[in-house]
């Protein structure tokens, strides 16, 4: 059975770095056919942030790309989401997804809140 479970939110002030994590069980990392990050601000709906597909090619939001990082950790078995210079406006639920086999498969999310 997948989980998959986010971590590292909390309060973080403008213009430091954060990194989350996600580990991600019941298959090998290298397994899943794309791994994203997402997030949900409140009164808005689900966005996309950023990819990593298996064969290690990574695609981001374009408005997020020059402080967003995303990677993999396989011997953790985690993903991976470093986000640089952050701002108020990164303020939001993270979710990670895993997708395998044309299942989807969501953690609960972790908040992130940017304020001084």
């Known amino acids: 059975q997948v989980h998959v479970e986010e971590s590292g939110g909390g309060l973080v002030q403008p213009g430091g770095p954060l990194r989350l994590s996600c580990a991600v069980s019941g298959r090998s990392l290298s397994s899943f056919d794309n791994l994203a990050w997402h997030r949900q601000a409140p009164g808005t709906q689900r966005e996309f942030v950023a990819q990593i597909l298996r064969d290690g090619s990574a695609y981001y939001q374009d408005s997020l790309k020059d402080r967003f990082t995303v990677s993999r950790n396989f011997l953790e078995s985690t993903l991976n989401l470093q986000i640089n210079r952050v701002k108020p406006e990164d303020t939001a639920v993270y979710y990670c997804?895993?997708?395998?086999?044309?299942?989807?498969?969501w953690g609960q999310g972790t908040q992130v809140t940017v304020s001084s």
């Open positions: 997804k895993a997708d395998y086999g044309g299942r989807t498969y």
